[in-house]
Nanobody
Framework: QVQLVASGGGSVQAGGSLRLSCAAS????????MAWFRQAPGKEREGIAG???????TYANSVKGRFTVSQGNAKNTLYLQMISLKPEDTAMYSC????????????????????WGQGTQVTVSS
């Protein structure tokens, strides 16, 4: 049973930083694709950063230059370093993974992943 666990959320003031972590367990091989998403109340899910198996990284325009996604040394771990946070970054952040295809990550598709983790809340106050 594959499980994804996201952590690291919290409350910060505008301009602050947070680092989110996502760890996938229950899968012996490297995921083809891992990605971060967020969803604010009343808004659609937004893909913000994805990493394909060949190392290709895709960012949403809304976070380019402020957020950095990286893979951990441990297999199937993913981090999201967020700096210069803005109130509009407030959302529930979650991670997703697909063991077979990296297509969804390359396009930051909102759907099409085999596994999703629970969210971690990020709240940015002005």
């Amino acid at each position: 049973q594959v499980q994804l666990v996201a952590s690291g959320g919290g409350s910060v003031q505008a301009g602050g930083s947070l680092r989110l972590s996502c760890a996938a367990s229950g899968y012996a091989y490297s995921m083809a694709c891992m990605a971060w998403f967020r969803q604010a109340p009343g808004k659609e899910r937004e893909g913000i950063a994805g990493v394909a198996e060949d190392g290709t990284i895709t960012y949403a325009n809304s976070v380019k230059g402020r957020f950095t996604v990286s893979q951990g040394n441990a297999k199937n771990t993913l981090y999201l370093q967020m700096i210069s946070l803005k109130p509009e970054d407030t959302a529930m952040y979650s991670c997703a993974a697909d063991p077979y295809s990296s297509l969804a990550c390359r396009h930051l598709a909102a759907y099409g992943y085999n596994y999703w983790g629970q969210g971690t809340q990020v709240t940015v106050s002005s």
